[in-house]
């Protein structure tokens, strides 16, 4: 059964920072695709960051690219996902996604596996 647990949300001010972490187990394949979607209410999940676990190949959404870093760990089943220069707008939900393979990096539905998702609340 794969698991995906995420921590490191929180509340910051406009200007900070944080890291937040997702610990995947129960996957069966050597290579995976990790990493974050976030979604606020009313509106669709997006890609925020996922990195591909056999090359190290990174993603960024747009509007993330510059502040936020997504890393794995030596064992490839844990990323982190380090944000600065946080902005409101970066106020959401935040959830880890898995798969052994995906065709669209940044399409929610080509991912299995999801996290119970971990809030990131930036006031101004």
């Known amino acids: 059964q794969v698991q995906l647990v995420e921590s490191g949300g929180g509340s910051v001010q406009a200007g900070g920072s944080l890291r937040l972490s997702c610990a995947a187990s129960?996957?069966?394949?050597?290579?995976?695709?990790l990493g974050w979607f976030r979604q606020v209410p009313g509106k669709e999940r997006e890609a925020v960051a996922v990195?591909?676990?056999?090359?190290?190949?990174?993603f960024y959404g747009d509007s993330v690219k510059g502040r936020f870093t997504i890393s794995q760990d030596n064992t490839k089943s844990a990323v982190s996902l380090q944000m600065i220069s946080l902005k409101p707008e970066d106020t959401a939900m935040y959830y880890c996604?898995?798969?052994?393979?995906?065709?669209?990096?940044?399409?929610?539905?080509?991912?299995?596996?999801w996290g119970q998702g971990t809030q990131v609340t930036v006031s101004s």
């Open positions: 990195i591909y676990t056999g090359s190290g190949s990174t």
């Open positions: 996604a898995a798969n052994s393979f995906v065709t669209r990096w940044n399409q929610p539905s080509d991912y299995d596996y």
């Open positions: 129960g996957l069966t394949s050597r290579t995976n695709w």
